[in-house]
C-alpha cells in the first residue's frame, strides 16, 4: 500500500476513534461502576486488526492514546491508556490471526478488554507501590466481561458491514488500478521513446 | 491543548521548553521533600499557576475524575475490602496497612498529573510536536522517520478540528434519536449505535482520496513549528520557581 494513503487510513480511524469515545456518554452502561467505560474506541482497533496489518493496529492504538491524552486527561492517564490499549491489541491480533477458530469477534472483544483493565489496575498498583488496589480486579473482570461482549457485538456487526462495502478492499483496488494506469502509461511512454528511437 | 488552551497559551507566551523544564522539576521535586511544609508551599504554588494561567475549572475537574475513578476508587476500595475481611477474619493479613507514606504518594501522583494538565492545557499542539521535532532529530539523523509520524498527529489533530465539532454533534443527536429518552433494551441500542458507527466510517472513508492529498502536499512546517524564545515573562517564571525551590529549601531545613 502507498504510504500516504496508509497515513490517510490511520488518520481516519484514529479520528473516527476518538469521536466514537465521545459517544460513550449517550449510552447507558449497564454495570454503573466506578472506572467502567464501554470502550466502544475499542471497535476501531477491532476493524484495525481485521483490516490492517500488525504494525498499523499498534500504531493507531499508540497514537490514539497519545492524541487524547494530550488533549484531555495528561500524561499521567497515558501510562494507563497506553499500556492498557497495547497490550490488549496485541492480545486480540493474536487471538484474531491465530485462533479465530476457537474465538468469534465478540470473545475477542472480550478478552481485550479483561486484558485491558488487568493492565491497567497493576499499573496503578505498581504506581501507589500497593496490593490493596487488586481487590477491585474481580469487579473489573466481571465489567470487562459485560463491557467487552457489547463492545464486540457492535464491532462484529461493524467489522461484517466494512466488509460487505468494501471500504478497504476499495481503497486496495482503487491503489491497483492507479498502480495499473500508472504503469500502463510507463509502457506507453517506453513504447513511444523506442518508436522515436526507430524514427531516428 | 485544545483551542481555547491554544489561545490562553499565546497570551501567556511562556517558551514550551522552559515550561517543560519547569514542569518537570516541579513534578520530580515532591519525591525528596520531608518537611510537610514543603508540600504545602507547592500546592499554594500550584493554585498561584492555575490562577496566573487561567486554566479552564471545568477541564481540571474533568481529568481530576478520570485520576480518581482509575487511582483513587481501587485504591479506597481495596482498604474498605481489607476492613471487612479484617474484622470478620482477625488475620493479620488484612489488617488495616495505610499509612502517610500511601497518602503522600498519592499526593506526588496528583502533582505529576495536575502538573502535566496545566503544561498540555497551556501549551499549543504545534509548539509540543515542534519540540518533540526536534527532540527526535537523532533519530531522524539515523533514517527513522519521525517528522512523517508526527505530521501523522497534526493532521489527527487538524481533523479533528475540522470536522470533530461537527460530527460530534450529528452523531449526538443520531444517538439520542437510537438510545431514546426511555431506556429502551440495549439489544435493540446495539444494532442502531453499530449502524451509526459503520455510517461514519463508510462516510469518513469517502474523503480518503481528500485526506491523502492533503498528507503528500503539506509540509511539516506548516503543521508544527518550535523556536526558542526569550521573553520577560520567562524570568518572570523562573524567578518565581527560584522563589518556590528557596522557600522549600528553607522549610527543609527547619528554618520556616
Redesign the interface.
Known amino acids: 500500500m502507498?504510504?500516504?494513503?496508509r497515513?490517510?487510513?490511520?488518520?481516519?480511524l484514529?479520528?473516527?476513534a476518538?469521536?466514537?469515545s465521545?459517544?460513550e456518554s449517550?449510552?447507558?452502561v449497564?454495570i454503573p461502576v466506578?472506572?467502567i467505560k464501554l470502550g466502544?474506541g475499542n471497535?476501531i482497533t477491532m476493524?484495525a486488526i481485521a483490516f490492517l496489518g500488525f504494525k498499523d493496529v499498534l500504531?493507531i492504538v499508540a497514537?490514539r492514546c497519545?492524541?487524547v491524552a494530550?488533549?484531555?486527561?495528561?500524561?499521567?492517564?497515558l501510562a494507563?491508556s497506553l499500556s492498557g490499549g497495547i497490550l490488549s491489541a496485541i492480545v486480540m491480533w493474536a487471538l484474531y490471526k491465530k485462533l479465530s477458530k476457537y474465538f468469534s469477534i465478540k470473545g475477542i472483544s472480550i478478552a481485550g478488554a479483561i486484558v485491558h483493565n488487568i493492565t491497567?489496575?497493576t499499573v496503578?498498583s505498581f504506581?501507589?507501590?500497593?496490593?490493596?488496589?487488586?481487590?477491585?480486579l474481580p469487579?473489573l473482570l466481571v465489567s470487562a466481561v459485560v463491557t467487552g461482549l457489547?463492545t464486540g457485538?457492535?464491532g462484529e456487526?461493524?467489522i461484517n458491514?466494512?466488509r460487505k462495502?468494501n471500504?478497504f478492499e476499495?481503497?486496495h483496488h482503487q491503489e491497483d488500478v492507479e498502480n495499473q494506469v500508472c504503469s500502463q502509461a510507463e509502457e506507453a511512454r517506453a513504447e513511444g521513446d523506442q518508436d522515436e528511437g526507430f524514427e531516428k | 491543548?485544545?483551542s481555547e488552551g491554544a489561545n490562553k497559551a499565546e497570551s501567556t507566551q511562556i517558551d514550551g521548553v522552559i515550561k517543560l523544564i519547569l514542569a518537570i522539576l516541579l513534578m520530580v521535586m515532591p519525591f525528596y521533600f520531608q518537611n510537610a511544609f514543603s508540600f504545602a508551599l507547592l500546592g499554594f504554588y500550584m493554585i498561584l499557576i492555575t490562577w496566573i494561567l487561567r486554566v479552564n475549572l471545568r477541564t481540571l475537574m474533568?481529568?481530576g475524575a478520570?485520576?480518581a475513578?482509575?487511582?483513587l476508587?481501587?485504591?479506597l476500595?481495596?482498604?474498605v475490602?481489607?476492613a471487612i475481611f479484617y474484622y470478620f477474619f482477625k488475620n493479620p493479613l488484612f489488617a488495616y496497612?495505610g499509612s502517610s507514606a500511601?497518602f503522600l504518594?498519592?499526593f506526588k501522583?496528583f502533582v505529576?498529573?495536575y502538573i502535566?494538565?496545566l503544561y498540555?492545557h497551556t501549551t499549543p499542539?504545534k509548539t509540543?510536536i515542534g519540540m518533540l521535532d526536534r527532540f527526535f532529530y537523532p533519530l531522524k539523523r539515523l533514517g527513522l522517520p519521525t517528522s512523517?509520524?508526527l505530521?501523522?498527529?497534526m493532521?489527527?489533530?487538524v481533523?479533528?478540528k475540522e470536522?470533530?465539532t461537527e460530527?460530534?454533534k450529528s452523531?449526538?443527536e443520531k444517538?439520542?434519536a437510537v438510545?431514546g429518552e426511555e431506556?429502551r433494551k440495549?439489544k435493540i441500542?446495539?444494532?442502531g449505535?453499530?449502524?451509526?458507527?459503520?455510517t461514519?466510517?463508510?462516510d469518513?472513508?469517502e474523503?480518503?482520496d481528500k485526506?491523502?492529498e492533503y498528507?503528500?502536499t503539506v509540509r511539516p512546517e506548516d503543521l508544527y513549528d518550535y523556536h526558542f524564545k526569550f521573553t520577560w515573562k520567562d524570568g518572570v517564571a523562573i524567578l518565581s520557581f527560584l522563589i518556590l525551590v528557596a522557600l522549600i529549601w528553607i522549610a527543609e531545613k527547619g528554618m520556616l
Not at chain 1, 7 to 12: K, V
Not at chain 2, 193 to 198: E, F, G, K, L, R
Open positions: 502507498n504510504r500516504n494513503k497515513f490517510a487510513i490511520i488518520i481516519i484514529v479520528t473516527n476518538i469521536i466514537i465521545f459517544l449517550f449510552i447507558p449497564p466506578p472506572g466502544l471497535i476493524i500504531f497514537v497519545f492524541v494530550i488533549l484531555t486527561r495528561g500524561v499521567m492517564m494507563f491497567q489496575i496503578a504506581l501507589l507501590g500497593q496490593l490493596v488496589v487488586l481487590y477491585y469487579i457489547i457485538s457492535i456487526l461493524a458491514e466494512v462495502k471500504i476499495k481503497t | 491543548m485544545n474533568l481529568s478520570s485520576f475513578i482509575i487511582v476508587v481501587p485504591y476500595f481495596g482498604l475490602m481489607n496497612q500511601i504518594r498519592l501522583l505529576i498529573w502535566s494538565i498540555f499542539m509540543f512523517d509520524y505530521k501523522v498527529i493532521c489527527i489533530v481533523q479533528l470536522t470533530g460530527v460530534k452523531l449526538g444517538m439520542r438510545v431506556k440495549l441500542n446495539v444494532k449505535i453499530s449502524q451509526i458507527i459503520v461514519l466510517i463508510v469518513s472513508f474523503k480518503i485526506i491523502q498528507v503528500e
